[in-house]
């Protein structure tokens, strides 16, 4: 059966720490991953990879897939309290985007 | 450009009742798919819709169903509601062929009772 298992569930920072977020996937037909970022309600989207090996970068957010093990991770360098939210990760396999629970990030001053 | 958009925003129903929650696609999107997100967990894939019809489903019963129309707005449909029908429900649209690429709305906070 098709998972994606994010790692850890949660996590509490203080400003200034860098955080690595975990994201392993077990899919069939992969196409691609995405990293969103789910503050209240909409998550909103932070990154797509669909190559392994090449890092995407915004700001102090960065992430990479390695489709050989099947995970990725998401860094966030410098943390500040507005990068408190919920990390989700997901996998699409053409119709299905599959989700995984989330990190839930604490960023305290 | 306008955002995915969804109503209501909160909705309260009693166990049995039957409810219709309803999505607006962002301009030039024409595929719209359906998530349910329970407290604590990560949305869960109930189905997409291209040119309105059902273009896939996940691992939901029957009771709950959808609508898209010509101007691809779509509505989600749940009969005989359940406690556990209680959760975030995420649209989100996309590009026809760009599926992964998809824009969510706010959500319909449903509590069933």
């Known amino acids: 059966e098709d998972k994606v298992v994010q790692s850890p569930l949660s996590l509490v920072v203080h400003e200034g720490d860098t955080v690595t977020l975990n994201c392993s996937y077990e899919?069939?037909?992969?196409?691609?991953l995405l990293w969103y970022k789910q503050e209240k309600k909409a998550p909103t989207f932070l990154f797509m990879l669909?190559?392994?090996?090449i890092e995407k970068k915004s700001g102090r957010l960065s992430s990479i897939l390695d489709k050989k093990e099947l995970f990725s991770i998401l860094n966030i360098t410098a943390t500040q309290t507005g990068d408190s939210a919920v990390y989700l990760c997901?996998?699409?396999?053409?119709?299905?985007?599959?989700f995984g629970a989330g990190t839930r990030l604490t960023v305290k001053p | 450009e306008t955002g995915v958009t969804q109503s209501p925003t909160h909705l309260i129903k009693t166990r049995g009742q039957q409810v219709t929650l309803r999505c607006s696609s962002q301009?030039?999107?024409?595929?719209v798919s359906w998530y349910q997100q329970a407290l604590g967990q990560g949305p869960q894939f109930i189905f997409q819709?291209?040119?309105?019809?059902?273009?896939g489903r996940g691992n939901f019963p029957p009771r709950f169903s959808g609508l898209q129309f010509p101007n691809y707005s779509s509505e989600l449909n749940v009969n005989a509601l359940e406690l556990d029908d209680s959760a975030l429900y995420l649209c989100?649209?996309?590009?026809?062929?760009?599926?992964?690429?998809?824009?969510f709305g706010p959500g319909t906070r449903l509590t069933v009772l």
């Open positions: 989100a649209s996309s590009p026809r062929g760009a599926g992964d690429t998809q824009y």
């Open positions: 819709y291209y040119r309105e019809e059902e273009n």
């Open positions: 669909t190559s392994s090996g």
């Open positions: 997901a996998v699409y396999n053409n119709n299905d985007m599959r």
């Open positions: 301009s030039g999107h024409n595929t």
């Open positions: 899919v069939t037909n992969f196409r691609s």
